[in-house]
């Protein structure tokens, strides 16, 4: 019993950690969601591309000996900004070739060409990796003030590049909220998500601001790929596929085309995966194991959703017709 | 004069050797083509491996084929490539087992695959042969096929092996073990558990896991019980993050603990220094450790431009192994080529066959009748140096009846 209260912080931290993680990849679905009604499944290659950006980058860094020369905060904002990039370029792109052109289709046809994309750039990145360093399965050098321990109490410690991706996901989080509810452009995007009709008739390029849409979701994915590579190591092509279909889980879990609602979704989730993956076998006395954590994490979610179908913030929308 | 009928003569003599080579070279093809098929992942996490038992197998091929070119057959190498699935390696087995001159296989580096596709070399082969280099599941040879052979040992006394030391050596009074839900992982990680408790060692947690990438809810909890050991029933690629990440939330003291899974120079490259000073059991040594096998790892070296993997020098005994059995087969066939069957059986007959690894000799059941067990320390967060890694302990056990 002792133990369970014992471990509670750090699992509270994990899940915190964690959720911030998948707010970030949420971001991404339920912004293209607001403006085009469409899941965007290559959403998460978009992510991974941030993390191979940051992972080549600092193998580059690595190999040329300039590592550690470089202050880690600079080397993180750097890493951050070239993900961020470069996701955020491919989101247009993938825009511009996959769904613009089947703007008027009906709404399964875009939905399966998002499905090609992800296969696509899945194999794009692999066979890019093959050819550039002979292997597909890359891990990030580890900086060496990223991997301290901060102590906080006794029964819980938290390594800095944890603080770090808490603390730069909400600095993204918040820098993006207000974006997108005090700026011109941000007004815009919300127009367009309410009636795109309307929107072009006020004089606002719809075309653009789709980009846009794009641009900054894609963006965020690019930064919570860099994050994930530092947080846990491991990066393969394939990476992106669990953590990508979680984070939309958490988009419609917060209420999907909802920004503020993507963070809080996120959030639930990851502590639920955490409370779940951390207690179930302790609670069970090793009926359950660790592995049981997604069953009962995604029942919960089913149970949330029957109550609050449109999500936790979801508003009623009318139906378009 | 005589410089006159000496360059004629020298020219007959040419035209005589060149029309005899191509002779010989008609007789090789007229007896037809005999293929080795290796099998192993060639591609995915596990390929660095994989790739060793292909290298190994091919080198012993090219050194070795000479004794069967002298009977009349010409031998080729073919490789497939597994992905550590189950499913992808019975769609090879049967690709292979449709190739009538493909008599033996060479494979598998995975239990789990090699388990479901030696069901179909034995019943769609018929009884083609297969030597494992690598396999260690007991079920392996326990089936009693007679195709089904290895020239390593098994994972029922590598857990023993395991357990003995941690009690004996590493003194540790509780564990917690992990498992990657595989046949080889599972499997290896259950042999130790039940030791280990055998040995009076508090064994406080036993979970499989097919994560990957975030381990912080296997960690949480057993950071929180403090054992004295982890022991990961797996493969390195997903031992290694898991060992990097316990070490990072603070278990500094905690003993790292692997079966064979483990030795790849990969594990050092994912985990840093996290994995210095952990320990394997292994069923084979570092190349280096068997004296025979120098010139192997000088001709791996110039043929593929790397060191060789684990596996590459028991993928080439197993080649060689192959190779003799074969000729032996064609022997006892009068010279034509034999089936499958006759090769299989003439793999159990060969005695005392001098392989770099040392004597191979093969049981009823298909395990070498006395398998090497290695206890060994990883010293450096230097992939390059991980040949180098310290063998704590060499053991020569019997295979249980």
């Known amino acids: ?321 | 004069m005589r410089c006159m009928w000496l360059p004629r003569f020298l020219a007959l003599v040419a035209t005589l050797v060149m029309s005899l080579s191509v002779l010989a070279s008609q007789a090789a093809a007229q007896k037809g083509v005999i293929k080795i098929a290796t099998q192993s992942p060639l591609s995915g996490e596990q390929s660095a491996l994989g790739e060793g038992l292909k290298n190994g197998a091919q080198l012993a091929i090219e050194k070795l084929k000479g004794d069967l070119e002298k009977l009349g057959f010409r031998v080729e190498l073919v490789p497939f490539d597994d992905q550590a699935k189950p499913d992808v390696g019975v769609a090879n087995a049967k690709r292979i087992v449709a190739d009538p001159d493909i008599l033996l296989v060479i494979g598998h580096l995975n239990s789990g695959v090699a388990l479901p596709a030696s069901e179909i070399y034995k019943d769609q082969g018929p009884n083609l042969a297969m030597i494992s280099p690598a396999n260690t599941n007991p079920l392996i040879t326990d089936r009693n096929y007679p195709n089904v052979n290895r020239v390593c040992g098994r994972d029922d006394v590598q857990g023993e092996v395991g357990a003995r030391f941690a009690k004996e050596e590493l003194k540790v009074k509780s564990a917690y073990i992990l498992h990657d839900k595989t046949l080889y992982g599972q499997g290896v990680a259950e042999f130790f558990r039940d030791m280990a408790k055998s040995f009076g060692i508090n064994v406080v947690g036993f979970e499989g896991t097919e994560e990957k990438a975030n381990f912080d809810p296997i960690i949480t909890p057993m950071k929180a019980m403090k054992p004295d050991l982890v022991y990961f029933g797996g493969i390195y690629s997903q031992a290694a993050v898991l060992f990097k990440q316990a070490r990072e939330k603070g278990m500094d003291k905690a003993l790292f603990l692997g079966p064979d899974g483990m030795d790849s120079s990969e594990l050092v490259r994912i985990a840093g220094k996290a994995a210095v000073g952990m320990y394997y059991t292994t069923v084979v040594g570092p190349p280096t450790i068997y004296p025979e096998a120098k010139d192997f790892i000088k001709a791996y070296k110039a043929r593929f431009g790397k060191d060789p993997e684990p596996f590459a020098a028991q993928s080439y005994d197993s080649a060689a192994v192959g190779l003799k059995a074969i000729e032996l087969a064609i022997k006892e066939a009068g010279g034509k080529k034999p089936t499958r069957a006759q090769v299989s059986s003439a793999i159990r007959k060969i005695k005392n066959f001098k392989g770099i690894t040392g004597t191979i000799n093969f049981d009823g059941k298909g395990d070498p009748v006395k398998a090497k067990y290695f206890i060994i320390q990883v010293i450096s967060d230097d992939p390059a140096k991980w040949g180098e890694n310290k063998v704590v302990k060499t053991l020569e056990i019997a295979a249980p009846r």
């Open chain 1, 1 to 321: 019993m002792s133990l369970l209260i014992t471990m509670f912080p750090q699992v509270l931290m994990d899940g915190i950690v964690l959720g911030f993680m998948y707010a970030l990849i949420a971001l991404g679905y339920t912004m293209v969601y607001g403006v085009l009604q469409l899941i965007n499944f290559a959403h998460s290659e978009i992510f991974v591309l941030g993390a191979f950006v940051g992972v080549e980058i600092l193998l580059s860094l690595k190999a040329a000996g300039y590592l550690s020369a470089i202050p880690p905060f600079v080397l993180l904002f750097a890493l951050v900004a070239a993900g961020m990039a470069a996701s955020g370029l491919l989101a247009v792109l993938v825009e511009r070739v996959a769904y613009r052109p089947l703007r008027g289709a009906p709404r399964l046809v875009p939905l399966i060409s998002a499905i090609g994309a992800s296969f696509f750039l899945q194999d794009a990145i692999r066979l890019f990796e093959s050819l550039w360093r002979n292997a597909f399965y890359l891990t990030y050098p580890s900086v060496e003030l990223f991997d301290r321990r901060i102590r906080l109490g006794a029964a819980i410690d938290i390594s800095l590049k944890s603080l770090v991706v808490i603390v730069s996901a909400l600095l993204m989080l918040i820098s993006l909220q207000l974006f997108v509810n005090r700026t011109k452009v941000g007004k815009a995007i919300r127009a367009v998500a309410e009636d795109q009709m309307t929107a072009s008739l006020m004089g606002i390029d719809v075309n653009r601001i789709i980009s846009v849409t794009f641009l900054i979701g894609g963006a965020m994915g690019g930064a919570a790929g860099v994050l994930f590579g530092i947080q846990y190591s491991l990066i393969n092509p394939y990476t992106g596929f669990i953590p990508g279909l979680k984070a939309f889980t958490a988009a419609v879990l917060g209420g999907i085309g909802n920004i503020p609602g993507a963070m809080v979704g996120g959030i639930v989730l990851g502590l639920l995966e955490a409370f779940s993956a951390s207690y179930l076998s302790l609670l069970t006395g090793g009926a359950f194991g660790a592995e049981y954590k997604d069953i009962l994490a995604f029942s919960l979610l089913i149970v949330i959703l029957i109550f609050r179908p449109r999500g936790l913030l979801g508003e009623i929308v009318a139906e378009k017709t």
